[in-house]
C-alpha cells in the first residue's frame, strides 16, 4: 500500500463502505441530483461526511476528494496511483476510445510524445493563419444579426473553425455530413442512455462514429504526403525522434477524440468571457485598448503578438476560473491507497471538482467576482497552491491543448472587441448548467453593437 498520508490500518484490503457516504435512490443513485445541482449536491455531501466522501452516480460508486492536496495527489499522480482510462471509460469509451485520456502511463506517454508535434510552435503558427482567415467573415455575420444568442453561435463557429483547423476542409466542401457526424457523436457521451439501442443518442453516435472513421480513412493516405496546415496533416505525420509515427487507426483515434476535447471546451470557455465581458464593461474596454494597442494589420493576430495580450489571458483565465468547461476529473485507482485519514481501495473511481476548487472561498477571495487581476503576479498567481486553478487539469494528462485554447479565445477577441460592443440587458444575469459541461440555461442573449471608428 502507498502511504500518502498516515492512517490506522485494519488487518484487510480497504473496502469502499469505509468512506463516509451513501448510495441514493436505487439503480439511479444521485445521478440525477447531481446532473441538476452537482455544486450543491457536492457542498451538502461534505458539510454532512467531511473532505472525503462516498456517492453513487451514473451506475458506480465513486469517492470524491476536495482541495488542492486532492487535486494534487490525483492529478499529479507522482507514484502512477491512478487510471485515467479506468476514470474515463465509463462515459466516453464507446464514441472516443484510444483517445490520450483513455491511456495509461508507458502507453499514454509514447502517444502523447508523437503528439507533441502536432502542437510544437510550426504548426501552431499555420493554425492560427487559419484562423485569422476565417473569421472576420464570421464576427461580420453575429455584427449583421445585431440581437442574437451567443452560445448557439459560438458554437457554430467551433464547428466551422474546426472543419477548417481541424480537418483541413475548405468553407463548401463536405463538412455537413462531418459537422452533424461530431456533434451527434458529443450529444451521445452526454446522454444518460449508455447502450446503442435505435432512437437513442448513443444509437446516433455510434452511426456517427462510423460515419467519421470511414471519412478520416478515405484521406490519410493523401494526408500523409501533404503540406497542409491544418492538425489532421500534421497528425498524420507526426513522429518522435526515433522516427515512429502513428497507425491510420491511431490517427482516426486520436483525430476524432482531440475534436471532442477541443470543441465544447472553447465554446463554453470563451461563453463566459464573453459574459463577463458583458457584465463588466470597463474589463471589456480594457482588451479592446489591449488589442487596439498592438496596431494590427488587417486586423490579423499574428503569433508573435499572442504574448502581447496579458490583460486578455488574465480575463480568459478568470472565466476558466468561474466556469471550468471540464467541471470534475474522474480516475479509478490501481492500488489502494492512503489519504486524508482515509484507506481508498484498489478499483475505486475517484473524482475531484474543478468547479467546487474554483469557487472555494477557502481559497478566492470574493469567488462569484470577476476579477481578473488575480491572475497577475501581484494578486496572488505565483503564491497561491498550485493546483488551485486545474481547468486543464495537471501532471500527465494535462490538457494537450491548452496554447491552442488561449489562441482561439485571443484571436476571436482580436477580431470581435476592436469592431464591436458585446452588450447585454440592464441587470441581465444567466444561470449556468454544470454538468456535463457548463453553458447558459438560456443560451446567452447578447448584442453586438458596430463600433464607430
Ligand atoms: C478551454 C479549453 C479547454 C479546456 C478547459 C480543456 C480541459 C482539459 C482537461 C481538464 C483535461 C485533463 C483531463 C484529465 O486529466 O482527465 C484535458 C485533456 C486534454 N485536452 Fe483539453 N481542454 C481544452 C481545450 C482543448 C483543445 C483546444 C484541445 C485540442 C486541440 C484539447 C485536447 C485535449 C487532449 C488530447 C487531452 C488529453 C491529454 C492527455 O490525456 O494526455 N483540449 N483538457
Not at 471546451?265 to 463577463?276: D, M, P, R
Not at 493546483?387 to 477577441?413: D, E, N, R, S
Request: proline letters at 7%.
Amino acid at each position: 500500500m502507498t502511504a500518502t498520508s498516515k492512517v490506522a490500518v485494519p488487518n484487510r484490503p480497504a473496502h469502499i463502505k469505509d468512506i463516509p457516504g451513501e448510495s441514493g435512490w436505487p439503480i439511479l443513485g444521485h445521478t440525477l441530483t447531481m446532473l441538476k445541482d452537482p455544486e450543491g449536491f457536492h457542498q451538502r455531501m461534505k458539510a454532512k461526511y467531511g473532505p472525503i466522501y462516498r456517492s453513487n452516480a451514473f451506475f458506480q460508486n465513486q469517492i470524491s476528494l476536495s482541495g488542492p492536496e486532492a487535486n494534487e495527489l490525483l492529478l499529479l499522480d507522482k507514484e502512477q496511483n491512478f487510471s485515467s482510462e479506468k476514470g474515463w471509460a465509463p462515459y466516453i469509451e464507446r464514441l472516443f476510445p484510444r483517445g490520450l485520456m483513455l491511456m495509461d502511463f508507458d502507453e499514454h506517454k509514447a502517444h502523447r510524445h508523437i503528439m507533441a508535434a502536432a502542437f510544437k510552435t510550426g504548426p501552431m503558427k499555420g493554425y492560427l493563419e487559419r484562423l485569422n482567415d476565417a473569421m472576420p467573415d464570421r464576427i461580420a455575420q453575429w455584427g449583421k444579426q445585431g440581437s442574437f444568442k451567443f452560445y448557439p453561435a459560438i458554437k457554430k463557429l467551433s464547428l466551422d473553425m474546426a472543419s477548417s483547423v481541424f480537418l483541413g476542409l475548405e468553407p463548401g466542401t463536405e463538412n455537413k455530413g462531418v459537422n452533424k457526424a461530431l456533434t451527434d457523436m458529443v450529444s451521445a457521451a452526454m446522454g444518460i442512455v449508455r447502450v446503442p439501442i435505435p432512437g437513442t443518442m448513443m444509437h446516433k453516435g455510434v452511426q456517427a462514429r462510423k460515419f467519421m472513421i470511414a471519412f478520416l480513412k478515405k484521406l490519410i493516405p493523401e494526408r500523409r504526403q501533404s503540406s497542409g496546415t491544418d492538425l489532421f496533416t500534421q497528425l498524420c505525420q507526426a513522429q518522435d525522434e526515433n522516427g515512429k509515427k502513428f497507425t491510420d487507426q491511431e490517427i482516426i483515434d486520436h483525430m476524432i477524440f482531440l475534436w471532442m476535447a477541443a470543441h465544447d471546451t472553447i465554446t463554453s470557455s470563451v461563453t463566459t468571457l464573453v459574459y463577463e465581458l458583458g457584465r463588466n464593461p470597463i474589463w471589456q474596454q480594457k482588451l479592446r485598448g489591449e488589442i487596439n494597442g498592438l496596431g494590427l494589420n488587417d486586423g490579423r493576430l499574428p503569433y508573435e503578438l499572442l504574448n502581447k495580450l496579458t490583460l486578455t489571458e488574465y480575463a480568459f483565465k478568470e472565466s476558466l476560473r468561474m466556469n471550468p468547461p471540464v467541471p470534475a476529473v474522474p480516475r479509478k485507482t490501481v492500488r489502494e491507497i492512503a489519504f486524508g485519514g482515509h484507506r481508498i481501495p484498489k478499483d475505486a473511481i475517484v473524482g475531484i471538482s474543478t468547479v467546487a476548487t474554483h469557487r472555494s472561498g477557502d481559497i478566492w477571495e470574493n469567488p462569484s467576482k470577476f476579477d481578473p487581476m488575480r491572475f497577475s503576479p501581484e494578486g496572488g498567481a505565483k503564491t497561491r497552491h498550485r493546483f488551485a486553478w486545474i481547468p486543464f487539469g495537471g501532471g500527465a494528462h494535462m490538457c494537450v491543448g491548452l496554447h491552442f485554447a488561449y489562441m482561439q479565445a485571443k484571436v476571436i477577441m482580436a477580431h470581435l472587441l476592436p469592431h464591436y460592443s458585446i452588450e447585454l440587458e440592464d441587470g441581465y444575469t444567466t444561470e449556468f448548467q454544470i454538468m456535463p459541461l457548463i453553458r447558459p440555461k438560456d443560451g446567452l442573449p447578447v448584442t453586438m453593437k458596430a463600433i464607430d471608428t
